[in-house]
Every structure is written in structure tokens, then in C-alpha cells.
């Protein structure tokens, strides 16, 4: 695979780790998680209201913390 450099701020770099879902996650792979969270066939930048939605009900929901981390949610199914 082929890589290049992105120039960010540091309080961005910041806020990119606190959105990892585990430790050693790249930046790709988070960036790719992110971008897939894009409708597909929306051009780039607009968003259906629905989609709006749901990004500000999780968002609530991150912040209200009624979320639940993996491991939690794999002690409650009894998967370990």
C-alpha cells in the first residue's frame, strides 16, 4: 500500500485518537471507518436529514453515555 502525509494540528491528531476504537488503530483505518459512514451516492459534503439525525442522536448518545464499549457488550452476550 502506498502512503503519504497529512499535515493536521495537533488538538485534530487529539481529537482523531480519542475516536480510535482500539489503541493501535491507524489514522487510514480510521479515516476509512469514518468516511464509510457516508450515504453512499451523497456527493461529497451533503448529508440527507436523516443522516443528520443520526449523527447528532449518537452523538447524544456518546455524550449522555448510554453507549457501551465491545468488551462490555461482549461480557453481556457471554463472548469472550
Known sequence: M???????SRST???LNGLRAYKR???????NALMSLIPEGDDEGVYTEDFRASLLRGLLDVKEKKTH???????QLGIQ
Open 2 to 8: 502506498d502512503y503519504t502525509t497529512i499535515q493536521i
Open 13 to 15: 491528531r487529539e481529537k
Open 25 to 31: 488503530m491507524t489514522y487510514d483505518e480510521l479515516l
Open 69 to 75: 464499549t465491545v468488551e462490555e457488550v461482549k461480557k
